[in-house]
């Protein structure tokens, strides 16, 4: 398991790339299986690199103490809920990477984010351009 108190005291770190880190087993509350807390601390961070962990659900609380948050990346996980709310404190958020997740539809939940300006959503099931609600 992973401790929630991992960045503990890292309250200036600006970047956390943690792709291919952990292969989730699907039991846990958060991005599938970390702890709540764990990025709580790093309210500083303006990039968050999160793909390919086997995350299957990204709960509406996940990032909420990132508002400094410029760029997600999310990719290469296999989302099947993010859930209403998720990016509303990400008003800061600019590039969002969504490749790979095997999405039918552009997620409802982008609009939440009205400053976003790349928005990256290859190599997904889209064959059409309708929103999803």
Known sequence: PVP???FLGLRAMSFIHLSHWIHVDGVGDVLGGLPRALFSLMNAATLINFSDNGVTVVRNDSFVAQTALHTLDLSYNTLTLIEHGTFSP?????????TGCRFSAI???IREVPGLRAL???VNRITALRRAD
Do not use: Y
């Not at 990400?90 to 969504?98: A, C």
């Open 4 to 6: 929630a108190n991992l």
């Open 90 to 98: 990400l008003q800061s958020l600019q590039d969002l990477f969504l």
């Open 107 to 109: 997620p409802a939940v």
């Open 120 to 122: 990256i959503l290859i």
